[in-house]
């Protein structure tokens, strides 16, 4: 059973940083697309970053600059540092993976607040 597990989350000041974690079981070549998605309260979860096999990275324009994307294939991780955090980058964060073989998988999510 493939499981995706999210780490990382937490409460934390306007300016702060969170590290976000997705350990995953799948086989890394079977990997097509991760990406971690958000949803704040009362809006639709929305993609905030993402990787794809290849390497290629997008980000969403309001988080461009301050958040980073990365993976470890090795550890079957991929990562979200998060810097410069804003109120608005409340919500729970979700790790999202795709196979090569269309298939969708999603992490528990990971609450983070930004408050002070």
């Known amino acids: 059973q493939v499981q995706l597990v999210e780490s990382g989350g937490g409460l934390v000041q306007p300016g702060g940083s969170l590290r976000l974690s997705c350990a995953h079981s799948?086989?890394?070549?079977?990997?097509?697309?991760m990406g971690w998605y958000r949803q704040a309260p009362g809006k639709q979860r929305e993609l905030v970053a993402g990787?794809?096999?290849?390497?290629?990275?997008d980000y969403a324009d309001s988080v461009k600059g301050r958040f980073t994307i990365s993976r470890d294939n090795a550890k079957k991780m991929v990562y979200l540092q998060m810097n410069s955090l804003k109120p608005e980058d409340t919500g729970v964060y979700y790790c999202n993976v795709r196979t090569v073989y269309v298939q969708e998988y999603w992490g528990q999510g990971t609450q983070v607040t930004v408050s002070s």
């Open positions: 990787i794809s096999r290849g390497g290629s990275i």
């Open positions: 799948l086989n890394i070549f079977s990997l097509n697309y």
